[in-house]
C-alpha cells in the first residue's frame, strides 16, 4: 500500500520502490524459463477476441501519447496537483529514456520476428543498430525487444498516479498489467522483457521520491504550493481533514 502523502514522507516509497524493483529484477530472471513457451503459445493458440480487444485497449496506458494524453486530462481538471505532476511527468519520461537507451545497448529479438529454440539465442550482442546482419523484415526495431518501453512507461504512470489519487491505486496497477500483457500477447516482448521494464520503472521512479537524489528537488517545488502551505490539506479533498 502506498503512503497517501509524499514529499518529507517520500523516503518510506521510495524503499518501498527499490524493494520492487529488485522483485521485478528476479521475476523478470525467472521469467527467461517461460519466455518461449509463452511467445509459442500466443503465436499459435493466442488469446479470446474479447480478451485480445481489452488488451489492444489497455496498450494506450503504456503509449507514450496515451501517457501524455492522460497526465494533460489529469492537468486540465485538477488545478491543486499541477506542482505534484510534475514528478510524475519526469518519472514517466526519464523511464522512457532509459528504455531507448537499453534498447540501443541490448540486442533481442522481438518475438514477432522470430521465435527462437533456446531462449539465449534470442539475444544478438551489444548495440544492435550496428550489427551487420539485418532482422528479418529489415527494421532494426527487430532487435530492440529488451526492455519494454510500454510496461516501463505503464509502470511509472501507475506509480505516480497511484501516489496523486491513492483511492484508485489497484486500478492503476491493473492498467499496467494489462498493458504488459499486450506486449507480451502481440508477441512485441517476451515476459522478461516487461518485468524488467517494471523493475527499471520501479527504480527510476524511486529516485524521483528519493530525498538524497531526485527528491529533494521535486519537495521543494511542490512545497511552493499552496497545497502545501496548508499542510497538504488541499491536496486530498476526498479526505477527511483533522
Request: glycine content about 12%.
Amino acid at each position: 500500500m502506498l503512503p497517501k502523502r509524499f514529499g518529507t514522507g517520500s523516503d518510506g516509497l521510495n524503499r518501498r520502490l527499490y524493494w520492487l524493483a529488485a522483485l521485478f529484477l528476479v521475476a523478470a530472471a525467472a521469467a527467461l524459463a517461460v519466455d518461449v513457451p509463452l511467445a509459442t503459445f500466443c503465436q499459435k493458440v493466442g488469446v479470446f477476441a474479447f480478451v485480445d480487444d481489452l488488451l489492444e485497449l489497455a496498450e494506450v496506458f503504456g503509449h507514450g501519447l496515451g501517457a501524455a494524453c492522460i497526465l494533460l486530462t489529469a492537468y486540465m481538471i485538477d488545478a491543486g496537483r499541477r506542482r505534484r505532476l510534475a514528478r510524475i511527468v519526469v518519472s514517466v519520461v526519464g523511464a522512457g529514456l532509459v528504455a531507448d537507451l537499453l534498447k540501443l545497448i541490448v540486442g533481442r529479438v522481438r518475438p514477432r520476428v522470430l521465435i527462437v529454440d533456446r531462449i539465449g539465442d534470442s539475444f544478438i550482442g551489444w548495440l544492435p543498430r550496428f550489427l551487420q546482419d539485418p532482422p528479418p523484415g529489415g527494421s532494426v526495431s527487430g532487435y530492440e525487444s529488451f526492455p519494454s518501453g510500454h510496461a516501463m512507461v505503464a509502470t511509472a504512470l501507475a506509480i505516480g498516479f497511484s501516489t496523486l489519487y491513492p483511492r484508485g491505486r489497484w486500478l492503476f496497477a491493473w492498467f499496467a498489467v494489462l498493458a504488459a500483457l499486450q506486449r507480451v500477447e502481440s508477441l512485441a516482448h517476451y515476459l522478461s522483457d516487461t518485468l524488467a521494464g517494471a523493475a527499471i520503472a520501479c527504480f527510476f521512479c524511486g529516485l524521483c521520491f528519493d530525498s538524497r537524489v531526485m527528491g529533494r528537488w521535486f519537495d521543494r517545488w511542490e512545497g511552493n504550493g499552496v497545497g502545501d502551505a496548508l499542510g497538504n490539506r488541499c491536496d486530498f479533498p476526498d479526505e477527511p481533514l483533522g
